[in-house]
Each structure stands twice: as structure tokens, then as C-alpha cells.
């Protein structure tokens, strides 16, 4: 009993540690600070076209017909189902 009781302990200890980690709001960070860094981390980067919002190519299920191995089937995430010839 006194074993769990010291894992149960340890573990609230080691979960409740990022907690305290954290760096309070207002804690010397300034608007222009905050803004600096953000133009820093991200000034390099622009828009672009990338193309549909629809994600497409990733294949959802593969098939062999079962009498010709030449033959096989491939479902897309999209909907479509494509086949060889």
C-alpha cells in the first residue's frame, strides 16, 4: 500500500511540473516584443496558390482481381476508384 501510495505521488508530482513551467502572462514580454518575434518567425514566408482545399491522391484500399494478376483496382480518399488495363 505505501509502494502505490509513493507511485501515485511521483506520478502527480512528474505530471504537475509543466504546470509550474509555464511562463506567466505579463511576465516582461512587451506588444513590441511579441511583434518582433512574430515578424522574425514568419517575415520570410508569402501566400500561395497551392491548389484545391480537397486533399487528394492518398490511396484508401488496394484490390488484385483474383483470376488475372494484371488486374487491380485502387480506391482513393477522394472517391475515386481507379483500375489498370
Known sequence: MRVL????TMIALLLSAPL???KKKGAGDTEAQKHYLEEAALG????RCIGPA???GRISDFAVHPD???VYY???SSGG???TE
Open 5 to 8: 501510495i509513493a507511485y501515485l
Open 74 to 76: 485502387v480506391a482513393t
Open 68 to 70: 488475372n494478376r494484371a
Open 54 to 56: 480537397l486533399t487528394s
Open 20 to 22: 509550474y513551467a509555464q
Open 44 to 47: 520570410g514566408l508569402q501566400f
Open 81 to 83: 476508384v481507379w483500375k
